[in-house]
């Protein structure tokens, strides 16, 4: 079966095709970030604005990379949500209006579980079940996932994602935009110090995140510094040791707890070197997408939503992106696997 998958939630704009029987057969994607830089920041109408402009082309050449045509498409797979609202109105007017034309049908996908299933896309991919560790530029969150579409979210963030703590803690200390990558760049430039950053709610019990106070008292201690480069590089070690410490312990809770031995990464932050290197230190099996699959992709989706169309999965034929959409509320179908 081969599906073309649509990623818009955000500001990329992913399109791929993939084959239930020989697996990703191509795969695009169109960056917007140079555009937000300017404003250093998302700005939800350019983004939507843009993948109308993206769009239709990525999808011509992404069909073209594969060696089809349209009209090879078995089915259409797109991003419902979570998103901005008038990124996802792309994507799922142009996958469910291609698929009308074609008579084949489309399926609106969950954002996350395009993530949490990007790693099933390398070789020596995970079994079923595992814990997942979804850390995006939005979310964080750890799940225990039993099969497709079995989810039960274990703890996740009560206010800033990592990924925007990370952006936010940038911006803070001057960096341009996208600040997350900036930061943990600048972080490998630093050194351990007298700089000591709490470790948000490891001393309670459970597996929900806070990451609010980390920005806080990394622009107290910039402020309080010398304010050389030297001293901005140290609270951005300082900054990331704090936030890897603590997603570590709890990724090591949450095994012990479902006594899996089984560990998925996958999100933006799972492409930070020094999480991936802490994460493979724990006693357990850890998977990782490749670095271009970490941040949003059309691959992802097109793989989720090949998983649940081949399992027979249908829907209606209707728009209706959901900004907010929660994992546990989808199907489970263990015989898509």
């Known amino acids: 079966m081969k599906v073309l998958g649509i990623e818009s939630s955000c500001d990329e704009t ?4 993939y084959d239930t029987e020989q697996g990703l057969l191509s795969e695009r994607l169109y960056s917007q970030v140079a555009m937000h830089a300017e404003y250093g920041g998302v700005v939800p109408e ?42 996802l109105m792309v994507g799922a007017s142009v996958g469910r209006t291609m698929a009308w034309s074609l008579g084949i049908p489309a399926l609106a996908v969950h954002h996350m579980e395009g993530h949490l299933l990007a790693p099933m896309l ?45 952006d936010k803690t940038a911006k803070l200390l001057g960096l341009s935009y996208p600040g997350g990558p900036e930061l943990a760049a600048l972080a490998e430039q630093g050194k351990a110090t007298d700089i000591k950053f ?15 106070g980390l920005k806080t008292a990394a622009l107290q201690t910039w402020q309080k510094s010398a304010q050389t480069t030297e001293a901005k590089a140290d609270i951005a070690y300082a900054f990331q040791e704090a936030v890897v410490d603590t997603l570590c312990i709890k990724c090591e809770r ?10 998925v990464v996958a999100g933006g932050v799972g492409a930070n070197k020094r999480l991936r290197a802490r994460l493979n230190e724990l006693k357990a099996e850890v998977f990782f997408p490749r670095q271009a699959f970490c941040t949003d992709n059309g691959a992802m989706i097109a793989y989720a939503g090949a998983l649940r169309l081949a399992a027979g999965q249908q829907e209606p034929a209707v728009i209706s992106p959901q900004p907010r959409w929660s994992l546990e509320s989808l199907t489970t179908l263990r015989e898509a696997v």
């Open 198 to 212: 709490p470790r948000p709610m490891i001393n309670r019990p459970g597996l929900d995140f806070s990451f609010s």
């Open 46 to 87: 350019l983004a939507s604005r843009d993948h109308i402009r993206k769009i239709v082309p990525l999808i011509r050449d992404a069909v073209s990379d594969a060696g089809l045509g349209m009209k090879d498409l078995d089915g259409i797979a797109y991003t419902s949500g979570p998103g901005l609202i008038g990124a």
């Open 14 to 17: 992913g399109v791929a095709v």
């Open 254 to 263: 949450a095994l012990k707890q479902t006594g899996y031995q089984r560990l």
């Open 122 to 166: 390398e070789e020596g991919a995970p079994d079923f079940p595992f814990v997942a560790l979804l850390v995006s530029g939005g979310h964080t969150m750890l799940v225990e996932v039993k099969a497709l579409g079995d989810y039960a979210i274990l703890g996740e963030s009560l206010d800033d994602a990592v990924g925007e703590a990370f």
